[in-house]
Nanobody, 118 residues
Framework: VQLQACGGGLVQAGGSLRLSCIAS????????MGWFRQAPGKEREFVCSITWSGGVTDYAYSVKGRFTISRDTAENTMYLQMNSLRSEDTAVYYC????????????WGQGTQVTVSS
């Protein structure tokens, strides 16, 4: 599976952005997809995830109530709606996929930069 993330950009604090992640290749064995981010000088961190078939979501505390993850299984696309953005949300955002019967996220997209100006 190849993952392509897009939709990043520069936005003022309080603004919104919508990221997309398009999956191509074999998609019938996707269990869960997620968003991660890495800020300069920091380790990559979990943002949120969604189960592919049931749509069950999970969020990091720092984004809960501001970010919404969703997916369109017919289009093999995952979305991240980010509202009320803060400067601390500035990071490269990566989408990733966890396949059925696998222990973790094995496929990663190339990342898209999100910059929030204060």
């Amino acid at each position: 599976v190849q993952l392509q993330a897009c939709g990043g950009g520069l936005v003022q604090a309080g603004g919104s952005l919508r990221l997309s992640c398009i999956a191509s290749g074999r998609t019938d064995n996707i269990y869960r997809m997620g968003w991660f981010r890495q800020a300069p000088g920091k380790e990559r961190e979990f943002v949120c995830s969604i189960t592919w078939s049931g749509g069950v979501t999970d969020y990091a505390y720092s984004v809960k109530g501001r970010f919404t993850i969703s997916r369109d299984t017919a289009e093999n696309t995952m979305y991240l709606q980010m509202n009320s953005l803060r400067s601390e949300d500035t990071a490269v955002y990566y989408c990733a996929q966890r396949r059925m019967f696998s222990a973790g996220y094995g496929d990663w997209g190339q990342g898209t930069q999100v910059t929030v100006s204060s």
